[in-house]
């Protein structure tokens, strides 16, 4: 496989053997991500649960310190006096039947969908067209809720959702390249607390085996695991 002379430089930069220090592998993932937009960066676990066991499906949200670096478009599928807390708050879109009937007929401008839990009734019907892209409301992540103002704020303040994937990976936006050194810390280590207090007790074993961070652009750096814990 051929990579562009962007990723050759950056692969230049990463010994795929090593561990780095947290701070390390992200002085190297800023140094690496050169492309001329403002790269987002990721964060990748590998975890040692078995995602086909219920009681090993391990989901959760962090409100990321230093926000996401995203723009957010939140809708609020509600009705009556919530539909005006929700726009006090800060909601892109609010609304009840109107609007679901604009998503069953196809428009997706919006990255969070918060609904209150006497509409779910209707919601319900929108979890073949949501479920697919991972927006479709849920309590257990708090996108269920009547404190829809709470809701609005959290996701447009950097409220990110996760969950492990068939593989035992789980994924995570934890900022962009813009940020400084210690926001992309910050980001790192309360995504990783919040991971951590997740453990699921039918678990054995080591829990987090591999922690990979990457800019959109550029190659995998590598991170000692126990340079986070200390930190955190």
């Not at 509600?78 to 807390?85: I, S």
């Not at 319900?124 to 949501?130: C, D, F, S």
Request: with cysteine.
């Amino acid at each position: 496989m051929k990579h562009s002379k962007r990723y050759n430089y950056g692969l230049d930069k990463v010994n795929r053997a090593d561990l780095y220090t947290l701070p390390k592998a992200v002085e190297i993932l800023k140094e690496t991500a050169t492309a001329k937009f403002d790269e987002s960066v990721e964060i990748s676990v590998t975890l040692g649960v078995d995602p086909r066991k219920a009681d090993q499906m391990v989901r959760g949200t962090v409100l990321l310190p230093s926000g996401t670096g995203k723009s957010i478009k939140v809708c609020v599928l509600t009705k009556g006096d919530k539909e005006k807390e929700a726009l006090d708050a800060g909601a892109d879109y609010v609304g009840s039947d109107d609007l679901i009937k604009k998503i069953q007929d196809g428009w997706f401008d919006f990255n969070v969908v918060i609904a209150t839990p006497d509409i779910m009734g209707q919601v319900g019907k929108l979890g073949r067209v949501l479920g697919p892209r991972g927006l479709m409301p849920n309590p257990k992540i708090g996108t269920v809720t009547f404190e829809v103002g709470k809701a609005v704020q959290d996701a447009k303040a950097g409220k990110i959702d996760f969950r492990v994937d068939k593989y035992g990976n789980v994924h995570s936006l934890v900022g962009k390249k813009s940020f400084s050194d210690q926001q992309l810390l910050d980001n790192i280590r309360a995504f990783m607390d919040v991971l951590n207090r997740l453990k699921p007790s039918s678990a054995k074993g080591v829990y987090i085996k591999n922690i990979t961070l990457s800019s959109t652009m550029g190659p995998g750096i590598k991170v000692d695991k126990n340079t986070i814990s200390e930190a955190a």
